[in-house]
């Protein structure tokens, strides 16, 4: 599966931004989309993920209020809305695909997702 982030760019604190992930194959039922983001000398960390099946999401304590994961079903799109931005909001974001057979619940750990696309630069400035 090939990923690819788009949406990113410059923006001034306060603002908004929707980042945009659209897989090269269909998303099946029980797998999750997850999006990640990491900041200039810092370790990538978990920011959302959502079930295909049925729209359950889940969020980073840090983005939660801010941040909104949906999917596009028809599309095979998924997307982050991101409002209120912060300057500690900069970063590259990626999104990435949890491939299951069966459904499992959320996880926010790197490893557990199978499929990364390349980024998107997201810059907040103050």
């Known amino acids: 599966v090939q990923l690819q982030a788009s949406g990113g760019g410059l923006v001034q604190a306060g603002g908004s931004l929707r980042l945009s992930c659209a897989p090269s194959?269909?998303?099946?039922?029980?797998?999750?989309m997850g999006w990640f983001r990491q900041a200039p000398g810092q370790e990538r960390e978990f920011v959302a993920a959502i079930k295909w099946r049925d729209n359950n999401k889940m969020y980073a304590e840090s983005v939660k209020g801010r941040f909104t994961v949906s999917r596009d079903n028809p599309e095979n799109t998924v997307y982050l809305q991101m409002n209120g931005l912060k300057p500690e909001d900069t970063a590259v974001y990626y999104c990435a695909v949890r491939r299951l057979q069966r459904a499992h619940p959320f996880s926010s750990l790197e490893s557990q997702y199978n499929y990364w696309g390349q980024g998107t630069l997201v810059t907040v400035s103050s």
């Open positions: 194959e269909p998303i099946f039922s029980n797998y999750h």
